[in-house]
């Protein structure tokens, strides 16, 4: 082991050895925190939406399908549905949270992204111990660790980066020990978290390599000096490149191993072809004309200033290097470590500010290294006790101006188009999608799955045909069409000819132009008539195909998948139904309300003769409440009633709710009735008007709604 540096550790009068240092990393800590939970439970994906949304679908999918192997779904490419990139350890871990504390996908991905990212500082402490830094600057290099604004943002985001540092950091750490110590056990522990590290995010597990291979190469050096034989010198260096292989090894074995399984599954998939490892090869490392571009260089250093440190913060890093004299080895080796991966990996730095996750801590290590070695000097003490007040601040500031609006604001999940897309399709529809390259936020946000096309590929008429062909026996909910590709007339006409789709869009919003099948074109289009979308078009139904469903009886079993949901608090489904208005449901407390906006009429088929009836009703608060009188609700009658086969008619229940006037009427209304029924009846569920014959603001509801035989 290194020898631990001596020094003269500074020291506030009455304040035992070190302890400054434990209190500035709390306070920082608990800054860390407060910032972190900001909009915790907001369910957007601020930052890189198009990198979490990925993530995120794959987990919504792996939790709604149950399906946990290794080829799980990313249902973005069209089928098979697999496109897999990483281990999905972490989609799998966030599907458990999720369940076990029926949170949210969100908020349980926040909580496993911040549980990695701190379960992670405990490693950089023994990192540290291991290299000789003892006392106050462990401390300071955690305090700055945590003031990086990318890890109070990126922290705490749905994506796979801090579950990879956790495995990385505690790799190397575990790496140093069994390398010195030849603790089987520490080399256990290498290994397990090598292996994870690789899996979860490959491109992560290689900016610790380095370091790794590094302090392989140090204490060779060492051994070689140590020993004065040549025999014995072989025998070390031989020693400890064999122990350093054996523990690197087997994590690069898996890591290759993944690689060429997920590439395979990739490989089936016409429109995944672009993702093969071999296909990223430019995008990962990038070409040589990219890497004497100024412009790449010139992003990557906006991203640092942006997220990892600001331009004062480092100037003051870089002074304080200067003078710390004879501690500079390590501030460099670690300022070394951020900066390699950004030559191996250049676009990726340049693209994505969220790739500083894997090698910030270093950076903010060699930072803190450089200030703690003022401190330790008499005549700059006073330096570095400047800078660890001024630096918290200038970093708060980074943050606050570049990322705190973001990361809190209250955005509603998704988009308008996400909106209408759930509501005109089924949950088992597959959207076809052209003009949003592969980004995975129309299908996770609509919750449906989907073939998108990357780039150009829409326009590769044997790949979409591949594709199209791969989607038999699937049912087509809508094409969207978005920006330049609404042009593309012959890219249209043919998918919506090949899938039975309406030729002409149901609406247009924005740049995007929807498709959907013919047989549920004016239903859609009645659906979507009642959206306050101020920016939506839609198309004009001619009289003659005007097949609107209001105020007809229709056959339950012959609505569309997207009109039979609003039945689902209903056991069992009604046969028939007639409605004045729309067809809709509510969620409330994780129960359906179906609207009986008077009038509205339900035939169900009783399973007996004998059975009992268990539904409640209401009349939504927003209907009388803050209302003038005379101006909201005059009441709704609701009625339960046997409808024999000769006709005959007899009345079960019935109650007029008018809840303006009668405080009793007000909130969810209770109803049990226990039936003996004529042969063949049927029992309809009825709403009418109130006695004025008013049928304004008459918002009324029921349900759940369940009718079983009764106990003999």
């Known amino acids: 082991m290194t020898t631990p540096e001596t020094s003269a550790e500074p020291q506030l009068p009455g304040v035992p050895r070190g302890w400054w240092a434990v209190g500035w990393f709390l306070l920082i800590l608990g800054l860390h925190l407060w910032a972190i939970t900001r909009g915790w439970t907001n369910q957007n994906l601020p930052g890189h939406e198009f990198r979490q949304a990925q993530t995120a679908v794959s987990a919504y999918f792996i939790q709604k399908e149950h399906n946990f192997s290794l080829e799980y779904p990313t249902p973005v490419l069209g089928k098979p549905w697999s496109v897999p990139f990483e281990f999905p350890l972490y989609q799998w871990t966030v599907v458990a949270v999720a369940d076990a504390m029926g949170l949210p996908l969100v908020t349980a991905a926040r909580w496993v992204s911040a549980a990695c990212f701190y379960l992670g500082l405990p490693a950089i402490w023994l990192l540290l111990g291991q290299l000789g830094v003892e006392g106050a600057r462990r401390w300071l290099v955690l305090g700055f660790v945590l003031l990086c604004p990318v890890h109070v943002f990126y922290a705490r985001a749905f994506l796979i980066e801090t579950m990879a540092l956790l495995f990385s950091l505690w790799f190397l750490a575990a790496f140093g020990r069994a390398l010195q110590e030849r603790n089987v056990w520490w080399g256990v522990a290498a290994n397990l978290a090598g292996i994870g590290a690789g899996l979860v995010k490959v491109t992560t597990f290689a900016v610790v390599l380095l370091p790794a291979a590094v302090w392989a190469l140090a204490l060779v050096i060492r051994q070689c000096r140590r020993q004065p034989e040549a025999r014995a010198r072989w025998c070390a260096v031989l020693g400890i490149c064999g122990r350093a292989v054996g523990l690197v090894a087997v994590p690069v074995a898996a890591s290759v191993a993944w690689v060429r399984f997920a590439d395979a599954v990739k490989a089936r998939n016409p429109a995944a072809q672009f993702a093969v490892s071999v296909n990223l090869r430019d995008f990962n490392l990038g070409t040589w004309a990219e890497r004497i571009d100024p412009a790449l260089w010139l992003g990557q250093g906006a991203n640092i200033l942006h997220g990892v440190a600001g331009p004062v913060v480092l100037a003051s890093g870089v002074i304080a290097l200067l003078l710390a004299c004879g501690r500079r080895a390590l501030p460099l080796g670690a300022a070394a470590v951020f900066a390699a991966p950004l030559l191996v990996f250049p676009v990726l730095y340049k693209v994505h500010d969220y790739y500083f996750m894997a090698n910030a801590s270093f950076l903010a290590a060699a930072l803190a290294l450089a200030i703690g070695a003022l401190l330790e000097r008499p005549r700059w003490r006073w330096a570095g006790g400047a800078l660890l007040v001024a630096i918290p601040m200038l970093q708060a500031r980074s943050y606050w101006t570049g990322y705190a609006e973001t990361q809190a604001q209250p955005i509603p999940p998704g988009s308008h188009l996400t909106q209408i897309l759930r509501t005109i399709t089924d949950e088992n529809d597959v959207l076809i999608v052209s ?155 994780g129960e359906a309300f179906f609207s009986m906006h008077p009038l509205t009429r339900l035939w169900f088929a009783p399973p007996t003769r004998r059975c009992r009836l268990e539904t409640s009703y209401l009349i939504y608060p927003g209907a009388y409440e803050g209302k003038a009188p005379g101006t909201g609700t005059d009441g709704v009658q609701f009625a339960v009633i046997e409808q024999r086969r000769d006709g005959g008619r007899r009345v079960l229940f019935e109650r007029l709710l008018d809840p303006a006037r009668n405080a009793a009427d007000r909130g969810r209304q209770s109803l049990v009735l226990d039936l003996e029924l004529a042969e063949g009846a049927e029992l309809l569920v009825e709403t009418t008007d109130g006695p004025s014959g008013n049928w304004a603001y008459d918002w009324a509801a029921l349900g759940p709604l369940t009718l079983r035989a009764a106990n003999p």
């Not at 949003?436 to 946000?445: G, K, R």
């Not at 012959?490 to 002409?504: D, Q, V």
């Not at 209001?550 to 009109?563: F, I, N, Y």
């Open 435 to 589: 003009g949003y390259d592969w980004s995975a936020m129309v299908p996770y946000h609509a919750q449906r799955r989907a073939l998108m096309f990357h780039g150009g590929s829409m326009d590769n008429r044997p790949l979409v045909d591949r594709s199209y062909v791969a989607l038999d026996g699937e049912r087509i909910g809508a094409l969207i069409v978005n920006g330049a590709q609404r042009a593309n007339r012959a890219f249209i006409e043919a998918t919506t000819a090949r899938f039975g789709l309406e030729p002409r869009p149901l609406c247009e919003l924005g740049e995007d132009d929807v498709y959907v099948p013919a047989g549920v074109w004016p239903t859609a289009l009645e659906l979507v008539r009642t959206m306050p979308i101020a920016s939506l078009r839609l198309a004009a139904a001619p009289a003659a195909e005007d097949r609107s469903l209001k105020g007809r009886v229709v056959d339950v079993a012959e609505l569309p998948p997207m009109l039979r949901r609003n039945f689902r608090g209903f056991t069992p489904e009604p046969r028939r139904s007639e409605a004045t208005f729309d067809y809709s449901c509510a969620e409330e407390n």
